[in-house]
């Protein structure tokens, strides 16, 4: 690959493949990705697994179903690290030409003998410079058997400033840095330069990740203005906190994911939330892709922390699925009941009871839980049978059993004979509605009892309501 020579916006999204892909890794995905295509440039996939100990395919395969469940497509890639050591291997061989790195042959023991008298100093620990060439100086003598790292030489003097497009502006005094190893001795490039080469290399303008990258940040710059790169602008996003206000972890967002599938959310709940993650649009909330892409600028995120809501996804989740098909989540869940070893051949139609119950629950594995007492047996709790399911609503169930045997199975019809039970045995709609919903799902509360009757069928209402009756 040549240095690309970019005439549009191309961002990238580089994740290391040493476990899923998690909520805040999303984020930058979705920004890194909507900032290409709102501005009609490209967005690069890259898979940094240099971590031979860590990366593993399952990791890569994981990252790769998170961005395809999200549908954030990439226009190129993906492209992945280890497949390009000759090229770092080739511009590492430049640097060492130019005399802009050197090779260093202290042993790590010496290192650390190094940082404990400089501690010992009161000063910062840092490698102090001893196998850098210089005019005059005179290089210690090269050890037998000693395959040397390579380390970058950092500018000494003066410092490094980028207007970060999030935080402002930042600078850092080059004497804060040390010289970066950038080849192990066995060779292998390491991550601050490898990710140089490859933006170079790829064209990338724009470069939106987390701020945990901040440091490396004035290293990178260094080590793209010795190339003759041009330096990329940078957007450090600032991190996401759990809904208690501290760092996220997996008990609150920092899953998998590919888990929100499985939790029942829908990937453009996902997006819409993870979107208004420290940025926004005036007091917009809900809002589609499209719209997304169209308002999205770097210039709308906040520097400060973002705080993970489940309540407000939940929220959120729940209004797509209202907003959904019947047709569309009785596909989904159908998917989730076989899961469960459950046949939706074997009962009423699902989109039908799509239309119940989507109104009512924030997740489609709710969905799927408040559906599947129609296809499978029911034992509704003592506790409930005790409360609701008394001798005299069993005795005006008896009566509605005989009529529900011989009216037409419709709503309006059903609504009626409900309505003569309970005026005959001189009971209000709840004495009656909610004993039904006991039998018939194992719930006291559903959709409209007579939707639900309707929905169920006369076979298996009647199948469900007369062992209770005798």
Same mark, same amino acid.
């Given at each position: 690959?040549?240095s690309a !020579?970019?005439? /549009?916006?191309r /961002?990238r999204f ?5 476990? @899923? ?5 999303a ?11 709102h ?22 395969q994981?990252?790769?179903d998170g961005m ?12 992945y #690290? ?5 090229? @770092? ?7 060492l ?7 260093? @042959? ?10 404990e008298?400089q ?25 037998a ?8 030489c950092?500018?000494?003097?003066g ?5 970060d497009?999030? !935080?402002g ?12 190893i ?8 390491t ?16 470069v ?7 440091n490396?940040?004035?290293r ?7 190339l ?8 450090h996003?600032?991190m ?8 996220l ?6 899953v ?18 993870l979107?208004r993650?420290?940025?926004?649009h005036g007091d917009?909330e809900?809002?589609?892709?499209e #719209?997304?892409?169209?308002w999205?600028?770097l ?5 400060s ?11 959120l ?15 989904d869940?159908s ?5 469960? #070893? ?10 039908a009871?799509m239309?119940l @119950? !989507?109104?009512?629950v924030? /997740?489609?594995?709710?969905?799927a839980?408040a ?6 047996d ?14 005299e609503a069993?005795a ?19 609504s009626?004979a409900?309505?003569?039970?309970m ?7 709840p004495?009656?509605a909610?004993?039904?919903r006991?039998?018939?799902?194992g719930?006291p509360q559903?959709?409209?009892?007579d ?9 298996r209402v009647?199948?469900?309501? /007369?062992?209770y009756?005798?």
């Amino acid at each position: 690959m040549t240095s690309a !020579k970019p005439s /549009t916006i191309r /961002t990238r999204f580089a994740p290391s493949p040493t476990g @899923y892909l998690h909520i805040g890794g999303a984020r930058t995905a979705l920004f890194s990705w909507a900032f290409a295509r709102h501005h009609g440039g490209q967005f690069v996939l890259r898979i940094e697994d240099t971590d031979l100990e860590r990366s593993t395919p399952e990791a890569v395969q994981a990252i790769l179903d998170g961005m395809a469940w999200l549908d954030l497509d990439h226009d190129e890639g993906p492209f992945y #690290q280890m497949q390009r050591m000759d090229r @770092y291997r080739e511009v590492i061989g430049e640097l060492l030409d130019k005399g802009l790195a050197y090779k260093c @042959y202290a042993s790590p023991e010496e290192l650390d003998a190094m940082r404990e008298e400089q501690r010992a100093r009161g000063e910062k620990p840092r490698y102090d410079g001893r196998w850098r060439p210089a005019p005059g100086k005179t290089l210690p003598d090269v050890p037998a058997g000693v395959d040397p790292v390579i380390r970058f030489c950092n500018p000494t003097e003066g410092s490094v400033a980028w207007d970060d497009l999030v !935080k402002g502006r930042i600078e850092i005094s080059n004497a804060e840095m040390d010289d970066l190893i950038i080849a192990r001795p066995d060779g292998t490039p390491t991550y601050n330069f490898c990710v140089v080469v490859d933006d170079w290399d790829m064209g990338i303008t724009h470069v939106i990740r987390g701020d945990d990258h901040v440091n490396n940040t004035p290293r990178q710059i260094n080590i793209l203005r010795a190339l003759g790169a041009e330096v990329p602008q940078y957007a450090h996003l600032s991190m996401i906190l759990g809904d208690d206000g501290q760092k996220l972890s997996k008990r609150h967002g920092a899953v998998s994911v590919t888990q929100y599938h499985d939790d029942g959310y829908l990937p453009e709940a996902v997006i819409n939330y993870l979107a208004r993650l420290g940025w926004s649009h005036g007091d917009d909330e809900v809002f589609s892709r499209e #719209q997304f892409i169209d308002w999205f600028d770097l210039t709308n995120i906040t520097p400060s922390a973002a705080q993970f809501n489940t309540e407000k996804l939940n929220w959120l989740n729940g209004l797509y699925i209202k907003q959904s098909s019947d047709a569309a989540l009785a596909a989904d869940v159908s998917s989730r009941l076989a899961r469960r #070893q459950v046949n939706p051949e074997d009962g009423p139609s699902l989109d039908a009871l799509m239309g119940l @119950y !989507k109104d009512r629950v924030a /997740t489609l594995n709710e969905l799927a839980d408040a559906v599947e007492a129609f296809y499978v047996d029911v034992h509704p709790a003592q506790d409930l049978l005790d409360k609701h399911v008394t001798d005299e609503a069993r005795a005006a169930l008896r009566d509605l059993c005989e009529a529900f045997r011989s009216i037409e199975w419709v709503k309006e019809s059903l609504s009626a004979a409900i309505k003569e039970a309970m005026k005959s045995h001189g009971l209000k709609m709840p004495q009656v509605a909610i004993p039904l919903r006991v039998l018939l799902v194992g719930q006291p509360q559903t959709p409209s009892i007579d939707a639900v009757l309707e929905a169920m069928g006369r076979d298996r209402v009647l199948a469900r309501l /007369t062992p209770y009756l005798a």
